[in-house]
């Protein structure tokens, strides 16, 4: 029984205030970094070179932020599933989770517009992007023009001579 109360704190503990989110649960900090995050979207879209995210990536670069309202909510599905201590699976249906999922798309929205001097959503929704490439096994897009890799210390020449 001390196994399913903890199992139902849990839940309840990252549900509140959504923590979820967050990359680090307790200090709250690093908001849309969650590694939960990153893993859902490798898995539906990234799994391998012949993956939905590979092969129509002008869709998925960067990842859209419907795409990243989406697996927010289903990761708050599957910790709904953990509520009562046990696992207990619960449909993900439009009915039920449409509503988390606006939540989540609006909340997504106002940090973008809150944060909008730095980009950040856009940089996560990139970052998310990049990484998955790699987790499919695939280069990243960025282009890499313009960076040399070709820098030669001054004391090189000197020790030449």
Known sequence: MEV???????????????????KDWLSK???????????????????????EGIIYYKYFSPVPVRAVALVLTAIECCIDEWMQGLKEDIKFTSATYGPVYNGHFSSLLRFDERTAPYKLLEK??????????????????????GISWAHIEDQAFKDAI
């Not at 990139?126 to 023009?145: M, Y």
């Open 4 to 22: 399913i109360k903890k199992n139902r704190d849990l839940a309840e503990s990252l549900k509140d205030g959504s923590v979820f989110v967050f």
């Open 29 to 51: 900090k690093g908001i849309y970094k969650t590694e939960l995050l990153q893993e859902g979207i490798n898995l539906m879209w990234f799994t391998n070179r012949n993956d």
């Open 124 to 145: 996560i929704c990139t970052n998310l992007h990049d990484t998955a490439r790699f987790h499919a096994g695939v280069e990243s897009l960025a282009p890499l023009l």
